[in-house]
């Protein structure tokens, strides 16, 4: 069995360690796993598999048994069943795996935040706006009241629109030389002068607020990464690039109208074949032969037409339905009989008709 990326924050792997097996979850005999039908044998014999956490590298050892049961409930390949108790147990394993990443995702806000403060010696501060709380940090004396208040302004108004934030927003405010250092890390263009990292915490150059004719790309930039923090506040996992085309989408940052009609003069990105390639950051667009330029707009144009011949409202429903086992495309095709790849003509021949 290869390796298999399983969850948010879980990878499996085959376990090349030999003798003493370690208890499921820690609660069973070093020497018993768990079966499906809920029965205990011996597993001394048997090869198993290491479950381990993608950040703290906490590591369980489970039974074949217990992959498979992953395998059936929270992969795409998942079956649908028509046995009130097997729906029952999966809403259970789905409810589990939410607060489980809702937890998490605030726990390492909370962690990062507070390496970070420590590295650039930030003070932390809350601030609350009508329905949105932010946690924030910044030194004494560094201008970012009047900044962070239209943060949550901004956050209020995706708060009526969309969704509501379910967390307070964790905001690092940092001089152009402090962003500077974790846009390099991070790999972020330099003409971005804010970004999320985890989906979680908003990053910003604070004084790239008061540059001459950036206040009016500050509102759509974070617009865009508060819709990622709202993602990532409930644990949606849609494909990388529906993600950001939903966060371009909302950034209120384009006419679609013009959009789709300068789309039309550009070689189209083939998002199938991201997709297939099994795209996950921004950075890994390089191999598609420099199409970051046109990523965004044409992402964007992509959901515009997604909500034109479904509805706005059915693929919001649908995010919801498959976001646990990462089948948004798979749902689409069973509920409306059309993939990916035909919904990539079908935009390709929308855009050559645009006038």
Not at 49 to 57: D, G, P
Not at 226 to 254: D, T
Request: glycine share 2%.
């Amino acid at each position: 069995m290869e390796e298999i990326i399983r969850s948010k924050f879980l990878r499996v792997t085959p376990s090349k360690e030999e003798g003493k097996r370690a208890a499921f979850l820690g609660c069973l005999p070093t020497t018993w796993q768990v079966t499906r039908n809920g029965a205990c044998r011996d597993q001394k014999e048997e090869e198993s598999f290491l479950v381990i956490h993608e950040r703290n590298q906490t590591v369980i050892e489970a039974a074949p048994e217990v992959i498979d049961f992953i395998d059936q409930y929270i992969t795409p390949c998942a079956l649908a069943s028509e046995d009130s108790d097997e729906q029952e147990l999966c809403r259970l394993l789905t409810k589990i795996h939410f607060l489980h990443n809702n937890a998490y995702a605030e726990s390492e806000s909370y962690d990062i935040l507070n390496s970070w403060l420590r590295e650039f010696e930030k003070e932390t501060r809350s601030l609350r706006y009508q329905d949105v709380t932010a946690i924030y940090a910044a030194r004494a004396g560094e201008p970012v009241q009047e900044i962070l208040i239209e943060i949550l302004k901004i956050g209020q108004e995706l708060y009526k629109e969309l969704i509501p934030f379910w967390q307070p927003l964790y905001i690092l405010f940092l001089t152009p030389e402090e962003y500077k250092k974790l846009r390099l890390e991070f790999n972020v263009p330099s003409d971005i002068s804010a970004f999320i990292d985890s989906r979680t915490l908003l990053i910003m150059d604070y004084q790239s607020y008061f540059k001459q004719n950036n206040t009016r790309s500050f509102y759509p930039t974070v617009r865009h990464e508060l819709i990622h923090i709202l993602f990532g506040q409930r644990a949606y996992y849609l494909p990388f690039w529906v993600e950001e085309g939903l966060c371009e989408y909302y950034s209120k940052k384009y006419r679609i109208d013009y959009l789709n009609y300068e789309i039309k003069r550009q070689r189209r990105i083939s998002f199938a074949e991201i997709d297939s390639e099994k795209v996950n950051y921004i950075s890994q667009l390089n191999q598609f032969k420099k199409i970051q330029y046109v990523f965004y707009k044409q992402a964007a144009s992509f959901v515009d037409f997604l909500f034109q011949i479904f509805s706005e409202e059915y693929i919001w429903d649908m995010i919801g339905r498959s976001s646990i086992r990462r089948d948004f495309f798979e749902v689409l095709k069973a509920e409306q009989g059309i993939g990916l790849i035909q919904l990539q003509s079908r935009w390709e021949s929308f855009i050559e008709e645009y006038s």
